[in-house]
């Protein structure tokens, strides 16, 4: 479309670009106050089409819009044109969803445009003086190929928008009803509402910009545009997070990482602050305990140290949202808005952060994570006394509590739940760790069939579990648990028996012929429109099932999966005939093709359901479904890693039985080198949540967010840049084995 210079731009006072960036709002009643950064901003633009993501930072705030616009071939009942912003503090945002006027979907399409002045898409707000906290956020131009309307606007908490877009699109009254549409005598149109503390507001503007002459139109709710460009600033004015600048975020050695790799080195930094790292842009941009725990594992060898560090940031905000009660590391936690509604629908009126104790995996992660730094890393060495004597103070329940108190009571929950199956002749189902009674969900792959129902959990069981309790072992030798001496002893047994005994639980063989009729069956069932592969099957199909105790009575959760890649990334196992048998199982998963194994050129798939014989499983682990036949970027990591690390250990010195065995030893390497081919080819997909795929000819990829998503649920859209996708910062291909 024809677009008009924007350099008049240049004359108004609203949009008086500085050099830095930050830009000044005209406040209503005083002069602009504007306060310059020191630094330039931090900007980004992702395209994923058909979204369009852009992040800004600055050093008054850090947030992220994405554009939405349908494309030729978007499915127009899931795709429409919607612009969003997120922002990390309070877990904040905006959504606004636009309807061509002319009523067909599909015929408006929405962009950004560059501001003339800087050519940038993006700049900063920031206003003084308006209210004790700063009015911050992001000021852009919003391009309209046509004239449209803003049907729906959230003003609010990401996590109000995500019940939006993620479930039944059910608007809440209490917010919908307090969010106020007006324009003033310039034409600009304001959409504002109070949050439910009465002191924090989000406000979205509109002005037309130099190409048209008519004025945003409110309607009821609503405001109508005629075709062309408009500058939106979107703000509010709550307490921000101090966030790592990519040279905080890294290690002196590896700074050189920021030129090298300055999309991830960006990313990186935007979801990283000095008390916490965040999960996901822009869906999880708050405190998650497994991600942040899994992404500093396999980040530490790049992550600053030290006080005020990256690493330190994930350890102390663990530790300081653990139930103080039974020692659970959160999971998630409710912030910003809407921690103040939920407690509302408790008729409670608090402010006051909540935490999500659901998961039975994250406490596990976390000693690994205290060991590795605490006593693996000299500056971790130096900091532990000053860290764990540090006061909790984030969250209200765990004041007069030290981080020392928080990790005991972790470890002795871990101590106290794993001790049954350790116990003379203890290793049996019931002593398995189990999902709460009242959860569907309970580790990562916690979505409603995410583990096929099932409710003892493999990754736990196989290899959190014993990791947890080798290094609590570990830290118990060096005095961190000055209370319970005896664990040097007792944590090191428990985890010998949890290394050797829970393998076979779950262990499952599929006589080559029967596998080949699985096989064969499972395509044409599904609809799966590649290649069976099923003659590559010569003998028996040996993997462990997701879970066991799985819906209708099913005792194993029949799915071959990639979850292999905790045992190898966690543990240095020693039964050596086990040991030599997973070895080659796992890798002959990541070699074989889909649907035999998991392998395709888009990546390792998480799942296969082909051998569950089982239409329940075809239908529930799909190409759409998130925990289905997709790709996660983390789990590649974990799995390259992993695999890097068994090699590792035939460096001469410890030198497991497979080491000498070639028939295992090369087929191992084989796999690590297929995986980091796949891996070389699919670039520009790493840093991303999650993806998929589709057949035709060959595997396409495609986001999870575009295709149709299963029966009874609704599409589940990707994050663009997800912390623990962001890992291959650090896990690089090790050349020694290729
Ligand atoms: C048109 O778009 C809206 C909003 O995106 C959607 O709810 C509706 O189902 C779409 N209509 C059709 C016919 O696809
Ligand atoms: C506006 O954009 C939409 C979506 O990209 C496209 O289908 C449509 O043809 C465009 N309209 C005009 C007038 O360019
Ligand atoms: C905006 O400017 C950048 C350079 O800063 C350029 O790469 C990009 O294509 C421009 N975008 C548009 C929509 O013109
Ligand atoms: C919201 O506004 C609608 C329409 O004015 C009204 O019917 C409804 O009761 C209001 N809801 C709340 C929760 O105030
Ligand atoms: C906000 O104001 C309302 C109405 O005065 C009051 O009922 C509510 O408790 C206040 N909320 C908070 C968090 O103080
Ligand atoms: C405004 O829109 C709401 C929801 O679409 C509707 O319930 C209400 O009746 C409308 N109010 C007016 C005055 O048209
Ligand atoms: C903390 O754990 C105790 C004991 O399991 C439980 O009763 C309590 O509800 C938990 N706290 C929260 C905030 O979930
Ligand atoms: C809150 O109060 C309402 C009205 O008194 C009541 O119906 C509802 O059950 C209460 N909710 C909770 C969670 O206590
Ligand atoms: C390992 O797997 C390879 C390839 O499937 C097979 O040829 C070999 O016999 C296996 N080795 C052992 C010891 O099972
Ligand atoms: C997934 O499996 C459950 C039973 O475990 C079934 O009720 C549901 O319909 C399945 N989902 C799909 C999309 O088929
Ligand atoms: C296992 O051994 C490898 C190779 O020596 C090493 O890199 C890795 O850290 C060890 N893992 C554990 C959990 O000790
Ligand atoms: C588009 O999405 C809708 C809703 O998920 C789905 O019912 C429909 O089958 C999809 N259409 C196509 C062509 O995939």
Not at 97 to 122: D, R, Y
Not at 273 to 297: E, H, N, P, V
């Amino acid at each position: 479309m024809l677009f008009k210079s924007l350099s008049w731009l240049y004359l108004w006072p609203v949009f008086a670009s500085q050099s830095t960036g930050t830009t000044a709002l005209q406040s209503r009643d005083g002069e602009p106050s504007v306060l310059n950064c020191a630094d330039p901003a931090s900007t980004l633009h992702l395209s994923d089409p058909p979204y369009e993501n852009f992040f800004y930072s600055d050093c008054h705030s850090a947030g992220q819009v994405v554009v939405t616009s349908p494309a030729p071939d978007s499915n127009l009942t899931i795709i429409g044109p919607r612009l969003l912003v997120a922002w990390p503090a309070g877990n904040s945002g905006i959504v606004s969803f636009f309807e061509p006027e002319n009523g067909l979907n599909g015929t408006l399409g929405i962009s950004l445009a560059n501001f003339s002045s800087v050519q940038q898409p993006l700049q900063g707000i920031y206003e003084e003086g308006r209210s004790p906290n700063p009015y911050v956020g992001i000021s852009g131009l919003l391009q309209l190929n046509g004239s449209a309307l803003l049907s729906v606007a959230i003003l609010g908490s990401i996590r109000n928008i995500r019940d939006f877009t993620e479930g039944p699109s059910i608007l809440e009254p209490l917010i919908q009803n307090a969010t106020a549409f007006s324009v003033d005598d310039s034409g600009v149109a304001l959409i504002q509402r109070t949050w439910f503390d009465n002191e924090t507001e989000t406000r979205l503007s509109f002005a037309a910009a130099g190409d048209v002459d008519s004025r945003p139109e409110i309607g009821n709710q609503t405001v109508r545009f005629a075709a062309g460009t408009y500058v939106f600033n979107a703000s509010f004015n709550y307490p921000q997070l101090e966030q790592l600048s990519s040279q905080e975020v890294l290690n002196p050695v590896a700074r050189d990482l920021i030129s090298q790799n300055p999309d991830e080195t960006a990313s990186l930094s935007f979801l990283s602050y000095k008390d916490k790292l965040l999960a996901g842009a822009w869906r999880f941009l708050t405190y998650f305990g497994r991600d942040s725990m899994i992404s500093a594992l396999l980040l530490q060898p790049i992550l600053s140290e030290g006080e005020g560090s990256a690493i330190e940031a994930v350890i102390e905000a663990v530790l300081e949202r653990i139930n103080r009660t039974d020692g659970t590391v959160a999971h998630e936690e409710t912030i910003g808005d809407h921690a103040t509604y939920l407690s509302i629908q408790n008729n409670e009126t608090s402010t006051a952060p909540q935490y999500d104790y659901k998961m039975v995996d994250t406490e596990y992660f976390l000693p690994v994570l205290m060991k590795n730094y605490f006593l693996d890393a000299e500056t971790g060495r130096q900091r532990s006394e000053a860290f764990f004597s540090t006061q909790a103070s984030i969250n209200p329940d765990n004041e007069g509590l030290a981080y020392a108190d928080l990790a005991l009571v972790t470890a002795e929950r871990i101590m106290n739940t794993s001790a049954p199956f350790a116990s003379d002749r203890g290793q049996v189902k019931g002593n398995l760790i189990r999902l709460k009674e009242d959860q569907v969900v309970g580790e990562w792959r916690d979505s409603t069939y995410g583990i096929g129902g099932g409710r003892i959990p493999y990754d736990v069981n196989v290899a959190l579990v014993p990791a947890a309790l080798r290094a609590i072992q570990a830290l118990s030798a060096v005095g961190l648990f000055p209370t319970h001496p005896e664990w040097e002893k007792t944590a090191g047994s428990f985890a010998q028996t949890w290394e050797d005994n829970t393998l076979q639980f779950f262990k499952v063989t599929v006589p080559a012929d029967e596998a080949r009729d699985l096989v064969d069956a499972y395509v044409s069932e599904s609809g799966f429109s590649g290649p069976s592969e099923s003659d590559g099957i010569v003998s028996d199909v040996v993997y462990h099932g997701l879970a066991l105790d799985g819906n209708y009575n099913r005792s194993i959760v029949k799915v071959m999966n990639s979850d292999d890649c905790f045992r190898l990334f966690f543990l240095n196992t020693t039964d050596q005939t086990q040991l030599s048998h997973f070895l080659n199982q796992t890798a002959a998963h990541v070699l074989q093709p889909f649907p035999v194994g998991l392998s395709t050129s888009v990546g390792i798939l998480v799942a296969n359901p082909a051998y569950g014989g089982d239409p329940v499983y075809t239908a529930n682990f799909t190409n759409n479904s998130y925990h289905g036949t997709v790709v996660w970027g983390w789990q590649l990591a974990m799995l390259a890693k992993g695999l890097e690390r068994q090699l590792g250990r035939c460096d001469g010195e410890s030198n497991p039985g497979f080491c000498a065995d070639p028939s295992i030893y090369d087929h191992v390497r084989e796999a690590y080198n297929h995986l980091w081919d796949i891996l070389e080819a699919n670039r520009a997909a790493l840093g991303s949540e999650v993806w998929s795929w589709v057949y035709d000819g060959g595997y396409k990829l495609t986001p999870l967010g575009a295709l149709p998503p299963p029966p009874g649920s609704n599409p589940t859209e990707s994050n663009i840049r997800q912390l623990w996708s962001l890992t291959f910062l650090a896990v690089t291909r090790n050349e020694a084995f290729r």
